[in-house]
């Protein structure tokens, strides 16, 4: 889970750069980020061992296709188009208390003070971060409610996805899982991508262009989502979720690394109290192990 929120964080800063030079829309991104994936997944199950799915477990997969991808994917997209990046952000640092939330109600999972006490310390290390990069932020989106409700609803829709999905995903590999969650995605997002691919200015791409869309699908995508679900299967929903809070750790290191921000005391007392908080979740109860056969 480290891993892939450290590729996410990247993700930011290299989207940005990619997006900058008004080639490549957030839509066209998207569209990369899934399309591309879809493609890589197969020919990855190429090597590794077939699974037959039955038909009602492929719609359980085209279900989680639609919560973990396509809403999530689609709704922020859409939504930080139309608001702030700050507001967007903030709503961002949400989703772990969604996953508590969704994890008390669906999985049982106990609410400890341990974890209320790790998601406000991660959240309020998240909020630090996100603040002090926002305050020069001015352009607040053509309809800054609509975006903050799409936003919203794209941190709900990975957190339902995380918790009602976690049981269901021990049943496969994660490549069986993965080739068919990005195909019911395409599916969905064809129809509303194929004027923008085919409108793309395809002959003006630059290196600058192709090694960053290489980088979101090869990496912040594929392997990323390889990485979020061995995590997945692994650890509970609710720690999974405080992962969240690593990629404005990582955004923000490398806008200093870059030159494009500056360390201060504030980033410094933030990122401490990031991972004090995803400490805390980790050493929290979890629920109860089901009897084997349950």
Not at 49 to 58: I, N, S, Y
Not at 84 to 110: H, K, N, Q, R, Y
Not at 163 to 183: C, G, H, P
Not at 206 to 229: D, N, P, Q, R, S
Request: positive net charge; proline residues 4%; aromatic residues 12%.
């Amino acid at each position: 889970m480290l891993g892939a929120n450290v590729m996410w964080g990247l993700m930011a800063p290299v989207a940005k750069i990619v997006m900058a030079a008004g080639l490549v829309s957030p839509l066209l991104m998207t569209d990369f980020r899934i399309f591309g994936a879809a493609i890589l997944f197969w020919i990855a199950s190429l090597f590794t061992r077939h699974e037959k799915v039955p038909t009602g477990d492929l719609l359980l997969l085209a279900g989680a296709a639609m919560l973990g991808i396509v809403c999530n994917q689609g709704c922020y997209v859409f939504g930080i188009g139309l608001t702030s990046p700050g507001e967007a952000s903030i709503i961002t640092t949400t989703m772990p208390l969604w996953v508590m939330v969704f994890a008390a109600l669906i999985l049982g999972e106990p609410i400890t003070l341990k974890k209320i006490g790790g998601i406000v310390l991660g959240a309020s290390g998240a909020l630090i971060l996100v603040l002090n990069g926002s305050r020069s932020a001015v352009s607040a989106g053509d309809n800054p409610m609509l975006g903050d409700i799409l936003v919203l609803t794209a941190q709900l829709s990975y957190a339902l996805y995380l918790t009602f999905y976690r049981n269901f995903i021990r049943k496969y590999s994660v490549f069986t899982l993965m080739k068919w969650m990005f195909t019911f995605a395409s599916i969905v997002v064809l129809p509303f991508s194929v004027g923008e691919l085919a409108s793309a200015p395809w002959e003006h791409f630059t290196h600058k262009e192709v090694f960053g869309a290489a980088y979101v699908v090869i990496c912040a995508t594929f392997l990323a989502y390889i990485f979020v679900m061995i995590g997945q299967k692994n650890l509970r929903p609710t720690l999974v979720g405080m992962y969240n809070y690593v990629q404005p750790i990582v955004a923000t290191s490398t806008g200093i690394i870059l030159g494009l921000d500056a360390f201060t005391v504030y980033k410094a007392m933030a990122i401490v109290l990031i991972f004090t908080g995803v400490y805390l979740v980790t050493i929290s109860k979890a629920a109860p192990r089901p009897a084997v056969g349950e």
